[in-house]
Structures are given as C-alpha cells and as structure tokens.
C-alpha cells in the first residue's frame, strides 16, 4: 500500500475525531466531569451526555414566570437572556472593579473605571449612543446612569485559557463567592434561584433586593 | 413583432439549453469535489438544526441588534467595535425576513462555510492538480474550525466565503479584465463585513506590481482591481464618513489595550484616554512596548494559531489537530518541493548561514522563547528568494498574501484561530502537495539511491 495514502488516511481521520470531538463538546458536556479531555467521550459512550443548552432554556424559562421581566435589568455577560426575555441587560465581564469592593459596591458599579463602564455602557442593551458621536448627540453620557440589576446570572468556568492567551487579566477575585450560593459571605440582598454546576464548570442566577 | 418574439424566445431557449448543458458539464468534471461539498453541507446542516437550539452566541445577537437599530434609523445607539455595518445589515435584514434571527445566522453561517468548502477545491485547481486540489478541499471539510463556524452564529463566515470567492479569480492563470473587477467586488462585499480583506487586496496590489508587472500596462490591473473595490465599498465609506466622521472604524487602540499581552499601569491608564485615536498614538505612547509586543504577535501568537506550539491547547488550524505542530511539516515539505531545492552545497550553505545569523539575531535582540519561529521561516524566505521563479505566480501571490496579512495583522493578537482563514488556504494546500506529489518523489528517490547504492556494491 502506497505510504502517502496511509499517511493522508491518518490526517483525515485524526481531524474527524477532532472535529467530532469539538463539536460534541460545543453543544453537550458531562455530566461529572474530569481533568481528562476524554471524559466526553467517557460520557458519550456511557450515554450520559448533557446539553450544554440545557441550563440556559431553563434559566430562560425561569425568568419568563417574571410578569414584568421586560422592565426588568439583568447583570451578565451573555446577551442571550435578554435577547428571550425581551429584557434588559447590564454587560459584565465580571472582572470590573476593585479586587477589594464588596459584591454590593460590584453590582454598584462603585470603584468601576472609567473605561468599564464604557465597555459595559457599549455592550449594554439596551444600546446607549456611540463614544464617536459625543458630539452630535450630547446624551452619549447615558453610560454613567448607574443602574441596579434585578438579576445577576453568573457562569464560570474551571478550564484553564490557552497559557498562551494575551487577554489582558482583571482580578475576579472579588466576584468569586458568587460561585457557591451557600457561601456565607454572599450578602442578604442576594437570592439564589439557580444552581447549576456539572462539566467544567456551573452557572448561578441571583435574585437581587437591593432596595430590601 | 412576432418575429422579435420568436427570435427572443429562441435565443432564451437556446441560452437555457447552453447553460444547461454547462451545468451537466461542470457536474460530470466535478463530482468528487460536489460529494465532498454535499457531505460537508449535511452533516453541519444536522449539527446545527437538531442540536444547536438556543441562541447563545452573544456576537450574533449583537451584531442582529445592532442592524436591527441600524435599520430603524437609530445609527447613533449603534456602536460596533472594529467591524464595518455590512454584517449587521445582513443579519438583521435576513433575520426580520424570516421572522426569526436565529434561523437567519444559522443559514448564512451554514452557507458560507459550504461555499468555503466548494472554492478550496476551484483555488487549489488553480494551483496545482486536481488531486491536489481535491485532497486540499477535504482537509477544508473535515477542519474543525470551519466546522465550528459552520454553526456558530458570528460574523466570520460570510466574509471568508466572499475572500476565498476572490481568491478563485485571483489565482487564476490567465487572468480577464473581468477577473480582475471580480477580485474587487468580492474583497468589497467582503470589506462590508470585515475589514480584513483590505489586507488580501493590498498583498494583490503588491503581487501584480512586482510579479504581473509585465502584463500590465500603466498600472491598468490595479486600477481595474481598486475601482470596482472603492466602488462596492463607497456606500459603506459614506456611512462612516457622515455618522462618524471618519472613513473606516478600525477601533485599533480599543484593541491594543483589550489584547496586547505585554502592558504597564502607565501604559495602560494613559491608553485609555486615547482609546477612540488611532495607531499612531498608541505607537508613541510607549514605542518600545508597542514593538515588543507586536513582534510578539508576529513571530509568536498569530503564527501560534496556526501550528500551535504547545500540546495542551484547542484553537489551531492545523491539519493535524491532535499534535498540530506536526502540521508544519508537510506545509513546509510543499513548499521544499514546490521550490524545487536540491540540498547542494550552495543550499546547505545558504541554510546553515541564515540559521546561525538569525540565532544569533536573536539571541542580541530578542528572546529564543518569543522568536524561535524566525529560525525557521528566515531560511525558507531566503530559499523561497533563491528559487523565487521556480515557484508558480499564482501560488507565489498566495504566500505574498500570507506574509502581507500577518505583518499586518501582527498589530493585533488575533484572538481566534479562525480569523487567520483568509491566508490559510496555503497551508493545506502545500501540505496536500508534499502528500500527492512530494512523498513518492522522496520514496522514488530513495529507491534510486538504494538501486545506486546496490549497483556500486556489485561492481
């Protein structure tokens, strides 16, 4: 057998394992997961895969029992809950602030720079008007109401990013009690209403009674 | 006026009867690469509508909303960083369409990689043979990445497709006045969506300038090419110009001070008051970081996406994703072929003094961990040089294209494997070139030998 058809053989089939894999991977995970990269294929073979889609219709249908959920502010970084739920979103990269503020100070906005609340002012939805335009439309200065979140839905991950990565890094460590809603550091204002953890990863969706 | 009628109908009769039996034509010579296209298609087609159903890709809903406001007239709420409104008009116009935005993402991205697929095949043809070019269309089929945007709602599909579109025309080996004109609507089209096919044109622009310089006659190739170019582009020029004051939106120092891997404190906090100014700022803000870093880029993170230099990660476009540095060695096997290097001792010697220069380059200027990727592609460029009309023109323009993008690119750290498509063509295609044609050369080489070898023994 010619040596560049065994060859070209194995590039193909390793790229569609991979590409099989990556795929599997984007839209379902396991439901325990470990370190080991294969543990989706684990999980494939034993039938226990669990869509990755799953917690967000939920979390959707969770926010929809809310009769004025349109009027309502929703703090995360996904744009996919408002975009359901006709609400409106606080972007986050969750990373904003002072790595000593308090979660209240956090969901204030109070030690956020100028330059968070702008990108977040950007990726806010509603939309508010463009840095480039300050001066035909004078109200661009919108971005610096500070509005409270009735909402905060909090995803993380425990994948390591490419080490190689150069996003810049802002300190989360503030944020990271938001993790566990049994942690007692987690203010009263807070009102856990979803939990979900499982692949590398979990999502929390709080209640928030500031005004409480 | 009966006779006009008969004389139209027979000409749209006999038109449809051409273009039919064109159609059969073209589907009798092209078989494989159409199976491999209709594989392609169905198989995403599947992924995408019965198993991705919710919409949680926060860029297309971005860019579906940001047309939608576009489209009511609300251009000052609509503040896209760093991408033209072609995109989010598409999007938002496809999605009120059919009712639903999600569907609508779903279907460009799916189309769009189906059509990368199919051209690969056409542009390797250009190239080199149809082997080749078919081996080159499946290592497109099976990447994973092109799959991941095949159904992933973003805005990185359609500008491939309409980039890899002009790439068919510019590879072309006789090339029409109206190829020409094509290569600059398609890097248009494409430029409304992405502003990275300014970089395809410029490499063009400089290919037919040094290499075509022979054909042209006053520049006539290049203008052919920019006019339909600033053409196809002009409405959305006008746009930026009247809504915010300026031509085109790079949104670079938001970049620099979103990616640069090496920042200060100083840097960073004075970049942000310069954030909405353009590069030449940013550059004399701190020149030396600003070089650091983007050599860093150039010779270290883009080319990292390419053949990723450690194990341990996902985001390659090699076309052996499992160890993806071992994707470079048949790119660079092609490219020794296509060159055609015999390892004489002129070679050897041009070799080993390139290695030694730039290792000792590096170590007076810059760190082997950054840089080590110059050991290699110095002494290839300089092989490339020395062997430079060995080398087709219209493959000579797609690694023009290649150099030109990433010196370019290099401003920023790109962050996705994916947005190195537009140069990646080459890369499989040399590989599937060393695949077809190189390894049995080498296998008949060495049999060659071993029979030299053997006959020397008896005597």
Redesign the interface.
């Known amino acids: 057998m010619?040596?560049?058809l065994i060859?070209?053989s194995l590039?193909?089939l390793?790229?569609?394992?991979?590409?099989f894999m990556?795929?599997l991977g984007?839209?379902y995970q396991s439901e325990n997961s470990t370190d080991s990269k294969f543990d989706i294929l684990d999980s494939l073979l034993a039938g226990e895969l669990k869509?990755s889609?799953e917690d967000?219709?939920k979390i959707?249908q969770l926010l929809k029992q809310d009769e004025n959920i349109e009027d309502k502010f929703i703090m995360t970084?996904?744009?996919?809950y408002p975009?359901?739920t006709n609400s409106k979103l606080i972007y986050t990269q969750f990373t904003e602030g002072s790595p000593d503020d308090t979660i209240e100070d956090f969901i204030t906005k109070k030690n956020w720079?100028?330059?968070e609340l702008r990108f977040s002012a950007?990726?806010s939805?509603?939309?508010?008007?463009?840095?480039?335009?300050q001066k035909?439309?004078p109200f661009y200065n919108n971005m610096d109401v500070i509005q409270t979140p009735d909402y905060i839905i909090y995803s993380y991950s425990n994948i390591i990013d490419?080490?190689?990565?150069?996003?810049?890094k802002d300190d989360d460590s503030h944020i990271i009690i938001l993790q566990n809603p049994e942690n007692p550091d987690i203010p009263k204002f807070l009102n856990s209403i979803f939990l979900s953890t499982g692949g590398n990863g979990g999502i929390v969706v709080y209640e928030v009674n500031l005004q409480d | 006026m009966m006779i006009i009628t008969v004389l139209i109908y027979s000409i749209l009769v006999l038109n449809m009867q051409n273009l039919k039996m064109s159609i059969i034509q073209f589907k009798n010579e092209n078989k494989l690469p159409i199976i491999v296209t209709a594989i392609f298609f169905f198989t995403f087609f599947y992924v995408s509508f019965f198993h991705h159903l919710t919409f949680t890709e926060s860029d297309g809903i971005f860019y579906y909303l940001a047309g939608k406001q576009l489209i009511s007239g609300n251009v000052e709420y609509t503040s896209i960083v760093g991408a033209p409104i072609g995109g989010p008009l598409v999007h938002a116009s496809f999605g009120d369409l059919l009712g639903d935005p999600f569907l609508a993402g779903k279907i460009i991205s799916l189309l769009s990689c189906t059509g990368v697929v199919f051209t690969s095949f056409f542009i390797t043809k250009n190239l080199f043979s149809k082997k080749v070019a078919i081996l080159t269309q499946l290592f497109f089929a099976v990447n994973p990445k092109i799959a991941h945007l095949s159904i992933m709602v973003l805005n990185e599909a359609a500008p491939i497709f309409f980039i890899f579109i002009s790439l068919y025309f510019a590879t072309k080996k006789q090339k029409s006045i109206t190829a020409f004109v094509l290569v600059g609507i398609f890097l248009g089209i494409a430029f409304c969506f992405r502003y990275q096919s300014l970089l395809i044109l410029i490499a063009f622009l400089i290919y037919l300038l040094i290499f075509e310089r022979t054909r042209i006659f006053g520049l006539r190739n290049c203008c052919v090419t920019i006019l339909p170019f600033l053409a196809t582009i002009s409405p959305l020029m006008i746009y930026n110009y009247l809504f915010l004051e300026k031509f085109v939106t790079f949104s670079t120092n938001f970049y620099f001070l979103d990616s640069f891997k090496f920042q200060t404190e100083i840097w960073r906090h004075n970049m942000v008051n310069i954030v909405d100014e353009g590069i030449v700022s940013a550059f004399y803000l701190d020149p030396f970081l600003f070089l650091k870093n983007y050599f860093y880029n150039l010779l270290f993170h883009n080319p990292d996406h390419l053949f990723k230099f450690s194990i341990d990660v996902y985001d390659t476009l090699s076309i052996f994703p499992l160890l993806p540095l071992l994707g470079i060695i048949p790119a660079i096997g092609g490219f020794l072929y296509i060159t055609k290097i015999n390892l004489n001792k002129k070679h050897l010697s041009i070799l080993l003094f390139t290695f030694f220069t730039t290792f000792l380059l590096i170590g007076l200027f810059g760190t082997l961990e950054h840089h080590f990727l110059l050991l290699t592609i110095v002494p290839l460029v300089v092989i490339g040089i020395t062997n430079i009309h060995r080398i087709p023109n219209n493959v000579l323009f797609l690694i023009i294209s290649c150099i030109i993008f990433l010196i370019f690119i290099s401003l920023l750290p790109v962050y996705r494997a994916f947005h190195l498509f537009p140069i990646w063509l080459i890369f499989p295609a040399l590989s599937s070139l060393f695949f077809i044609e190189g390894i049995p050369a080498i296998q008949a080489k060495i049999r060659q030998l071993r029979h030299f070898g053997g006959s020397s023994n008896e005597t």
């Open positions: 010619k040596l560049n060859i070209i590039f193909l390793v790229s569609i394992g991979f590409t990556l795929t984007t839209f869509n889609e967000v219709r959707i970084s996904s744009k996919t975009y359901y720079s100028d330059y950007h990726n939805i509603p939309f508010v008007p463009k840095a480039g335009m035909m439309w490419d080490p190689n990565t150069t996003w810049y």
